[in-house]
């Protein structure tokens, strides 16, 4: 659900997507862009109601350097060479299912 | 949108300016850093301020914050950054400016109100040296920054109450200075609190007089008795003969009981000299002071005042050992890989011993079970350079108990501790007097060059002195110490120079317990 409306709100700001659930045994990257030159990995996070916390919130240290060593990882085994970088797409919905607030986070590692 | 606080750290009894730079960044993940070398309270902080800022009704901003305490390289500690970090984002979400020339103190509750925070008379004390004029401070800790003149207060109740202040909705009114001391001076009830009054020591006349020498001139004492002699009760009954603290000796006793965290909130200047009786299983750092950010230990406790060490030779040889460089200096300097700290310990030592393990040694009715060996061992665990800093020595014998019974009703013809204080106020003046342009104020301060200025013995005395230390075989420093002891006891006197009596009087006080086996 997030992830479709993450999908949609990157195109629209001019990212192309490489890759949505790239998945190996070790590590899981919810979206594979690339804006310009650079490779952008995304990681999004839904929440419905912020009543029990924000999506921002669930963005902890631990967490921020699994993101860091997957999408090291991941340039690993494709050979690139070039620029990347990880962001994190927050979203909010309301309880009928309607966006609250997208927020967009570039460059959190 | 960068703000700075200032506000303060302290190390030891001194203390530097740190400025608490919080930035709210627009860009980038939403976050709570503190950095500049915060130690687990200053980093708990943060929630603190979190919570604190929720309960007051405003929202915490979903910004990347960061907190900066400049210089970063001096390591801070404690909750007192509390207050200047939760100003500084309320300043960046409120858009009010915080005011020039005041600094910031003070923990936060999760309620959003202030509580006492330790190191408020520093903190008033370095704004008055480098040129604040208001102080932001929690109001359990208003009375003890309010005792610095020339610096205004602002008791701060929750953090609410000051954003109002400075979103000019309603005003904190500063805390006038009180004349705190003059106010306390009165309070004479309070001041001289001693657990006995003199005139509750029945007999004993010789340790009384000691007593009164020991307060008149700062000089060290210890008693060597059997058990239940009345040695404790002696030394309890101290504080009631000791003269007040004067204004300059107040401070300094406060600053380091507002270092050590020791004053009460509301708590303001300390005016009465204090009594501090650790137990003897007390570890080395807990009398001398230290730990990895040194703080004070009971020496300093007692600076200007009593330390009663009771069962002296119970405690551990470490611990006495370690008194020595205090003793003599009159301070101590406690060296940390990271940090070096001075305290004052500008104490009376009041030892008391019991003789040998049974402690019925030269008892006149009991006979002491203890063989010859066992008290050689038990009187060497206090060493003899200990006991040569120990100015007066005296042997408290026991009361007959049926002696008692009589006396119990005469006990009001005998001396109130009041009549006592007041001779040895009249000493302690003239002291003053003649120490006025030295660094010193008492007798047992005298260093050897004002000996030989203040102390000038006519030819029987000297000589009287010089065949009694051949006699007792006396040290060099004991030798000096006579005299010192023979001054105050003139002092008492009210007498200008040092007489034989005075000297024949010194002498009985000199160093004896090795005499004894």
């Given amino acids: 659900m997030g992830e479709e409306i993450a999908k949609d709100y990157l195109k629209r700001k001019g990212y192309k997507i490489i890759e949505q659930n790239y998945k190996t045994k070790y590590a899981e990257i919810d979206l594979v862009t690339k804006k310009g030159k650079e490779l952008v990995f995304v990681e999004v996070r839904t929440k419905k109601g912020e009543d029990f916390g924000t999506p921002e919130e669930t963005l902890d240290k631990r967490k921020l350097r699994k993101l860091w060593g997957n999408a090291k990882a991941y340039t690993a085994w494709k050979k690139w060479q070039g620029p990347y970088r990880v962001d994190a797409v927050c979203v909010v919905l309301r309880y009928d299912n309607m966006i609250e607030r997208i927020n967009h986070y570039e460059n959190i590692v | ?517």
Avoid: W
């Avoid at chain 2, 500063?174 to 705190?180: F, G, K, N, R, V």
């Avoid at chain 2, 509301?266 to 000299?273: D, E, K, P």
């Fill in chain 2, 1 to 517: 949108m960068l703000i700075k606080v200032p506000s303060v750290a302290n190390l030891g009894l001194e203390s530097i300016k740190v400025d608490v730079e919080v930035n709210l960044a627009n860009r980038g993940l939403p976050g709570f850093e503190i950095v500049g070398l915060p130690d687990k309270a200053v980093d708990e902080s943060k929630e603190r301020v979190r919570a604190a800022i929720s309960s007051s009704g405003i929202d915490f901003p979903a910004k990347k914050i960061t907190v900066n305490l400049a210089p970063a390289d001096i390591p801070k500690e404690g909750s007192l950054y509390d207050l200047p970090i939760a100003i500084g984002i309320l300043s960046s979400i409120l858009q009010f400016t915080v005011p020039d020339k005041s600094l910031f103190f003070g923990e936060l509750s999760l309620d959003g109100s202030l509580r006492h925070t330790k190191g408020a008379l520093l903190m008033a004390l370095f704004a008055k040296e480098a040129g604040f004029q208001d102080l932001y401070v929690p109001k359990d800790s208003a009375n003890e920054a309010g005792a610095i003149k020339g610096v205004k207060v602002f008791p701060v109740e929750n953090l609410f109450q000051l954003t109002s202040h400075f979103l000019k909705r309603k005003n904190i009114e500063p805390l006038a200075y009180q004349a705190i001391l003059e106010k306390e001076r009165t309070d004479v009830g309070r001041l001289y609190a001693a657990e006995f009054d003199m005139r509750e020591v029945l007999g004993q006349e010789q340790a009384k007089r000691a007593m009164e020498i020991a307060a008149a001139g700062g000089h060290n004492i210890i008693m060597v008795g059997s058990p239940g002699s009345g040695k404790t009760m002696l030394a309890r009954a101290l504080p009631g003969i000791m003269p007040p603290l004067n204004e300059k000796e107040s401070l300094e006793v406060t600053k380091i009981y507002s270092a050590a965290g020791s004053i009460p909130p509301g708590g303001s200047l300390i005016t009465c000299r204090q009594f501090r009786a650790p137990h003897h299983t007390a570890s080395p750092v807990g009398l001398i002071g230290g730990g990895t950010r040194p703080h004070p230990g009971e020496v300093s406790l007692a600076h200007r005042g009593v330390l009663f060490l009771d069962e002296f030779n119970e405690f551990p040889r470490q611990v006495m050992e370690a008194m020595r460089q205090p003793l003599e200096d009159g301070y101590l300097t406690i060296s940390r890989s990271k940090e070096r700290v001075r305290y004052p310990a500008e104490f009376m030592l009041v030892a008391s011993a019991n003789p040998c393990p049974c402690g019925y040694l030269n008892h006149p009715k009991k006979n002491c079970v203890c063989t010859p060996r066992q008290v050689r061992k038990y009187q060497k665990r206090i060493s003899g350079p200990i006991l040569d800093r120990i100015d007066l020595h005296i042997n408290v014998q026991p009361v007959d108990a049926t002696e008692f019974s009589d006396n119990q009703k005469n006990s009001e013809l005998l001396e109130p501790s009041e009549a006592i204080r007041e001779r040895v106020i009249l000493a302690r003046k003239i002291q003053e007097k003649r120490f006025e342009k030295d660094s010193i104020q008492s007798n047992a301060q005298m260093k050897n060059s004002h000996v030989k200025k203040y102390c000038k013995l006519a030819k029987e005395i000297e000589q009287l002195l010089r065949q009694a230390s051949m006699k007792f075989q006396l040290s060099a420093r004991s030798y000096m110490k006579m005299i010192k002891v023979a001054r105050t006891i003139a002092d008492l006197e009210g007498a200008p120079e040092i007489t034989v009596s005075h000297m024949a009087e010194a002498l009985q006080y000199r160093p004896k317990i090795y005499e004894s086996i």
